[in-house]
Nanobody, 121 residues
């Protein structure tokens, strides 16, 4: 499966943005999916994950209550709705896939090209 994230941009603190991750080559329905991010000079960080059916979601403490992960298996797409954005959310955001489990920052089977999110104060 190939993953492509898009929807990033430049916005002010407090704003909202929705990222999308489109999969091609294979259906997403057999994968747990997640979003990771990496800021300049920092390690890759887990953001959120969702199981294959969408019935289970997990969030990093830093985004809990502000970000929502969802998926549409019919469209082979995973979303990350971000609100109340902060400057510390600035990073390149990647989507990741894991067969048989939820992706973490270091455990995943596939990840794709990221999209830049920049939040100004």
């Amino acid at each position: 499966v190939q993953l492509q994230a898009y929807g990033g941009g430049l916005l002010q603190a407090g704003g909202s943005l929705r990222l999308s991750c489109l999969a091609s080559g294979r259906t997403l329905s057999s994968y747990g999916m997640g979003w990771l991010r990496q800021a300049p000079g920092k390690e890759r960080e887990f953001v959120a994950a969702i199981n294959w059916s969408g019935s289970n979601t997990v969030y990093a403490d830093s985004v809990k209550g502000r970000f929502t992960i969802s998926r549409d298996n019919a469209k082979n797409t995973v979303y990350l709705q971000m609100s109340s954005l902060k400057p510390e959310d600035t990073a390149v955001y990647f989507c990741a896939a894991r067969s048989g489990g939820l992706p973490t920052a270091t455990v995943f089977d596939k990840w794709g090209q990221g999209t830049q999110v920049t939040v100004s104060s």
